[in-house]
C-alpha cells in the first residue's frame, strides 16, 4: 500500500520542483554561502525569487525572515528538517517562512533555472526524499 502512495507523491514532488519559482524546501548553510544579496522590511520568498532570477541565478533563499540570498547552484547547502524554517516573511502574512536562524535559509528555484539547474533541482529532490524516508524509517 505505501508504495502505491508513493508513486503518485513522487509525481506531485517533481512536478513542484520543475515549475518556475516554486519553493525547494529548507536547507542550511554556512556564512560564505547563505550571506545576503538584499535584506527587506517586506521580504517574501516569490520577491527573493524574482530578485535573484533578474540577476540570472537559478535559486533564491530567504533567512531570518528579511533576507534573500541568490545562488547559481546548492552546492554548500544540506537539506534541513522544514521545522527548522520557522522564520515568518516579513513581507507575507499568510504563513510562508523566511528560514530560519543560524544559516537556515527557505529555498526556491527562479525563472531563470536552467537545464542544469532542472538536473539539479531533480537530484536535490531526490536528497530530500531519501532524508524523508530515513526520517520515517522507510
Known sequence: MARILAA???LLLLIGVVSAQS???CYKGDDAT???DAESADMTNVDCAAHCGAQGKAYAATGEGKYCTCLADLSGLTAA???ECNSPCTG???GDMCGGADGTVTVASTAKSS???LVEKLRNAV???KYLSSKNGF
Open 81 to 83: 528538517p522544514d521545522a
Open 8 to 10: 503518485p507523491a513522487v
Open 92 to 94: 507575507d502574512h499568510t
Open 23 to 25: 519553493l525547494i524546501g
Open 34 to 36: 547563505v550571506s545576503a
Open 127 to 129: 536528497m530530500k526524499m
Open 115 to 117: 537545464k542544469r539547474g
